[in-house]
C-alpha cells in the first residue's frame, strides 16, 4: 500500500496508468489524491487528451492551407 | 480480387497517408519514403493476405509499423544517440515545489481541448511542440502514441527496461502539456 502521494508522485502514476496496469494499492492513492486535487485531475485529464491528439496527427491532410 | 493494375493504384493512393504516418515517428523524410516503399512492395508481394480484410489503409499500416520498427532497430545499431540532454527533459521539476513535490502552480483548465482536435492550426502547435522534445524521448512516445505499440515492444526494440521507458514517457507527456498550455491553450 502506498501512502499519501504527492502532485509528483501522482502524475508519475497517472502517466504510467496510460501504459501499464497498476496495481490496486497505486490506484487506491491515486484515487486519493485525484479526489482532492483539481491540478492532477487537469494534469490527467490532459496527458489522455494528448494521447488522442497525437492519434488523429496523422489524419491530418497536411496539404490543408491555414 | 481486384485485378494487379488496379491494386496497385489502390497502393499509391495510400502513399501520402503513408509517407505522413512514417515521417511522424521517423522525423527524417528520406528514412520515411524508404520505409513507404518497402512497406509497398511487401504489400504487392503479398497481395493475397489482403484479400477478404475490410480496410486497405489499416492494412498498410500494420505492414508499414514494422517496416518503421525495422527502420528504428537498424538506426539503434548505428552510433548510438547521445542520451537526452537532461536540462531539457527537467524542465518540468520547476513545475513542483521543491521538498514537498506539489504543483508550484496549479495547471490551468483546457477550455475545450475537443475543439481544438478540428483545427489544423492546433495540430501544427502540436507539432511543433513535439519537434521539441529531445530525440530519445520523441522516439519512445511516438512509438507509444502515434504507432500505437505496447511499452514491452518498444522496451524491446530499444533495449531498455520498461522502468526507463515509463521516465521517458512520463517527462514526454509533462513537457508536451506544458508545451500546449504555453503555445495553445492559455493563449
Known amino acids: 500500500m502506498m501512502g499519501i502521494i504527492s502532485c509528483k508522485e501522482t502524475t508519475r502514476l497517472v502517466s504510467q496508468g496510460l501504459d501499464r496496469e497498476l496495481a490496486f494499492g497505486e490506484r487506491v492513492a491515486l484515487r486519493v489524491h485525484l479526489v482532492i486535487c483539481l491540478g492532477c485531475r487537469r494534469a490527467g485529464r490532459q496527458m489522455a487528451f494528448l494521447r488522442k491528439a497525437v492519434r488523429e496527427l496523422a489524419e491530418i491532410d497536411v496539404t490543408t492551407p491555414v | 480480387m481486384a485485378s494487379e493494375p488496379e491494386f496497385r493504384k489502390r497502393l499509391e493512393e495510400l502513399r501520402p497517408y503513408l509517407v505522413r504516418f512514417a515521417s511522424l515517428q521517423l522525423r527524417d523524410a528520406a528514412a520515411a519514403e524508404d520505409a513507404v516503399q518497402e512497406a509497398l512492395l511487401a504489400a504487392l508481394a503479398g497481395e493475397a493476405g489482403f484479400a477478404g480484410r475490410a480496410n486497405l489503409r489499416t492494412w498498410l499500416t500494420g505492414i508499414l509499423k514494422h517496416k518503421i520498427v525495422d527502420t528504428i532497430r537498424r538506426q539503434a545499431k548505428e552510433p548510438a544517440l547521445p542520451e537526452d540532454p537532461d536540462q531539457a527533459l527537467e ?81 514526454a507527456r509533462m513537457v508536451l502539456r506544458e508545451c500546449l498550455q504555453q503555445t495553445w491553450f492559455g493563449k
Open chain 2, 91 to 171: 524542465e518540468f521539476d520547476g513545475l513542483f515545489a521543491k521538498g514537498d513535490d506539489h504543483w508550484s502552480e496549479r495547471p490551468a483548465a483546457w477550455g475545450d481541448p475537443d475543439g481544438a482536435l478540428q483545427q489544423a492550426q492546433f495540430y501544427r502547435a502540436l507539432e511543433k511542440c513535439l519537434g521539441r522534445l529531445p530525440e530519445r524521448t520523441a522516439r519512445v512516445f511516438l512509438m507509444r502514441e502515434h504507432m500505437g505499440l505496447e511499452t514491452g515492444e518498444i522496451c524491446k526494440e530499444l533495449e531498455i527496461t520498461p522502468t526507463h521507458c515509463w521516465v521517458l514517457l512520463y517527462r
